[in-house]
């Protein structure tokens, strides 16, 4: 879109977007827009590394029009004088300063964008045949309770898919290894112990799937190492020292320390 900041500091020339009055959108300052006189800044911010600063600071015509143009305003073109220094920030997209300019030429919007002439006509007649809608968001209750349905569905179908596996593979490891150990007598006391501690990570794979189907259910941009997990349809839990691995439909895959 026209010159780019190279060119026109080459050409030692820039634009500025005002109001039709001449005021300028960021400070406020009042421009004459008669006077073809040299105008000098009081002071000039020669820091490169500072995007904005003291000057008359000048920019691209892509600049203006990705930051600050509106349909009812003007651009100003301006010279800038030999003797004037100019200041390039390292970061520039397209904006910069110096410390003297003189308006050259007054450009009304359409003149430089000639694909707006007449836009707000055009617009006045425009009918969306789609047009976006957005639903708001449910109540903070609601969601609760959502997450509790969802909660509730996932840890069922939790149970029926992995619990006898995880049963399975916990009583025959376990089973075995306390009987000859300690005897029948204790089984009960430590088996419930084991379940204990095998129920509360079902439980908590159980959460991490109610916090997934929400998030996908809402549509939620935010996401964490477990839901890939879960979208593997695996399960880990810890039985001492050991983790299980369990895949889709309760099958076990194997386990590591």
Same mark, same amino acid.
């Given at each position: 879109?026209?010159?780019?900041?190279?060119?026109?500091?080459?050409?030692?020339?820039?634009?500025?977007?005002?109001?039709?009055?001449?005021?300028?959108?960021?400070?406020?300052?009042?421009?004459?827009?008669?006077?073809?006189?040299?105008?000098?800044?009081?002071?000039?911010?020669?820091?490169?590394?500072?995007?904005?600063?003291?000057?008359?600071?000048?920019?691209?015509?892509?600049?203006?029009?990705?930051?600050?143009?509106?349909?009812?305003?003007?651009?100003?073109?301006?010279?800038?004088?030999?003797?004037?220094?100019?200041?390039?920030?390292?970061?520039?997209?397209?904006?910069?300063?110096?410390?003297?300019?003189?308006?050259?030429?007054?450009?009304?919007?359409?003149?430089?964008?000639?694909?707006?002439?007449?836009?707000?006509?055009?617009?006045?007649?425009?009918?969306?045949?789609?047009?976006?809608?957005?639903?708001?968001?449910?109540?903070?209750?609601?969601?609760?309770?959502?997450?509790?349905?969802?909660?509730? =569905? +996932?840890?069922?179908? !939790?149970?029926?898919? %992995?619990?006898? &596996?995880? /049963?399975? #593979?916990? $009583?025959?490891? @376990? *089973?075995? =290894? +306390?009987?000859?150990? !300690?005897?029948?007598? %204790?089984?009960? &006391?430590? /088996?419930? #112990?084991? $379940?204990?501690? @095998? *129920?509360? =990570? +079902?439980?908590?794979? !159980?959460?991490?799937?109610?916090?997934?189907?929400?998030?996908?259910?809402?549509?939620?941009?935010?996401?964490?190492?477990?839901?890939?997990?879960?979208?593997?349809?695996?399960?880990?839990?810890?039985?001492?020292?050991?983790?299980?691995?369990?895949?889709?439909?309760?099958?076990?895959?194997?386990?590591?320390?």
């Amino acid at each position: 879109m026209k010159e780019t900041l190279e060119e026109l500091v080459a050409q030692r020339k820039g634009y500025k977007y005002l109001s039709k009055d001449g005021v300028s959108p960021y400070q406020g300052f009042t421009y004459d827009l008669k006077s073809r006189k040299q105008i000098t800044a009081n002071t000039l911010n020669t820091d490169i590394l500072s995007d904005c600063g003291a000057g008359w600071n000048l920019a691209t015509l892509r600049w203006i029009a990705d930051n600050c143009m509106k349909l009812d305003g003007i651009i100003v073109e301006c010279e800038i004088p030999k003797k004037a220094k100019i200041i390039v920030p390292v970061k520039s997209d397209g904006k910069f300063r110096t410390d003297i300019i003189k308006i050259k030429k007054i450009h009304s919007i359409e003149s430089l964008f000639p694909a707006l002439k007449g836009i707000n006509e055009r617009l006045k007649k425009y009918k969306p045949t789609n047009p976006i809608t957005a639903e708001e968001m449910p109540p903070k209750s609601k969601i609760k309770k959502i997450m509790a349905q969802v909660r509730a =569905q +996932v840890g069922a179908q !939790v149970r029926d898919q %992995v619990w006898a &596996q995880v /049963w399975y #593979q916990v $009583g025959d490891q @376990v *089973g075995a =290894q +306390v009987r000859a150990q !300690v005897g029948d007598q %204790v089984w009960a &006391q430590v /088996w419930d #112990q084991v $379940g204990d501690q @095998v *129920g509360a =990570q +079902v439980w908590a794979q !159980v959460w991490v799937c109610a916090y997934h189907a929400v998030k996908e259910f809402f549509n939620l941009d935010y996401d964490h190492p477990a839901f890939e997990l879960i979208r593997l349809g695996i399960m880990v839990v810890k039985v001492l020292g050991k983790f299980k691995v369990f895949g889709k439909s309760g099958k076990f895959l194997g386990e590591f320390e």
